[in-house]
């Protein structure tokens, strides 16, 4: 996709039939900046040129050629060029359930405190994973790439429980929460959430961003862009998906979903058919 200046970027979404709960994309961003948001996903990425900044929670950091970083499920962050040419990388986007397998009492991992990082052999084996999604590799080559991608982040995780939080959670966020999981592709009001949740307006949208690092909207919008992805990736029309999870049209969709996913829906659903067309043996 050209840029202002004329300047041409690319992404491609993978999505390897057989293998739930993991997604790839390869992209080469020049000027494009991803808004504050988060994935129910694992995010593992190598930087292949230039560097990139972004915001996670209260920090700052800038991932750089060469370097690694990991990102938990629901880490809220941003995405945005460090240096002018912007920057090219590779992500694998991995389900929980994929790293589960690094604890034997059934609590979910952490990352380490490093978040961005070098490291050769993760960066070896999360090429070899790259490569064999973006040549199609046979099923079983793409479960055994991964496979080892995985065993190879195993370093860079922890068993241990959840730092101790700052603030107290709030239940009335709980409840916000809910709500919004439950009416995600409706229109819901901040008065309406903080009649739930009985708190003012001002004190619930406080609380809210102060606790989950999203605000109300930005995060029923997380909600209903994971929604859509499942709904493009089963082969619904895009318009139908606008429609479906509560966008005003489908350029709505198209400008949202490439803000938070690095590619258009239309690409999106290419990549979704390829997978499903592809001759495995």
Not at 250 to 260: E, G, K, M, Y
Request: include cysteine.
């Amino acid at each position: 996709m050209p840029t202002s200046t004329g300047v041409r970027e690319t992404a491609t979404n993978i999505r390897p039939d057989g293998l739930a709960g993991v997604e790839a994309l390869q992209a080469d961003f020049v000027t494009h900046a991803y808004r504050r948001h988060s994935h129910p996903t694992w995010t593992v990425a190598m930087m292949d040129r230039g560097a990139a900044r972004f915001e996670l929670d209260d920090s700052e950091q800038v991932a750089c050629h060469g370097e690694l970083f990991i990102l938990e499920p629901d880490a809220v962050h941003t995405g945005v060029p460090a240096v002018p040419g912007g920057w090219a990388y590779k992500v694998l986007y991995l389900d929980p359930v994929h790293i589960g397998v690094w604890t034997d009492d059934g609590a979910l991992p952490r990352a380490t405190r490093r978040v961005v990082f070098q490291d050769v052999s993760l960066r070896a084996a999360l090429a070899s994973a790259h490569r064999a999604l973006a040549e199609r590799s046979t099923e079983l080559a793409v479960d055994m790439a991964v496979l080892a991608a995985v065993t190879a982040l195993g370093p860079h995780l922890r068993p241990e429980p959840p730092p101790t939080r700052t603030r107290p959670e709030h239940a009335a966020v709980r409840q916000a929460q809910t709500h919004l999981q439950e009416h995600w592709a409706e229109t819901v009001t901040l008065a309406e959430l903080a009649e739930r949740a009985r708190l003012s307006p001002f004190e619930l949208a406080r609380t809210f961003r102060a606790q989950v690092g999203l605000p109300p909207h930005a995060y029923q919008l997380d909600l209903r862009i994971a929604r859509a992805r499942e709904l493009l990736a089963q082969g619904e029309p895009a318009v139908q998906v606008a429609a479906t999870c509560g966008f005003c049209d489908q350029a709505h969709l198209t400008r949202v979903f490439r803000r938070a996913v690095g590619v258009s829906p239309g690409r999106y659903v290419l990549a979704a058919r390829s997978s499903k067309t592809v001759m495995r043996s």
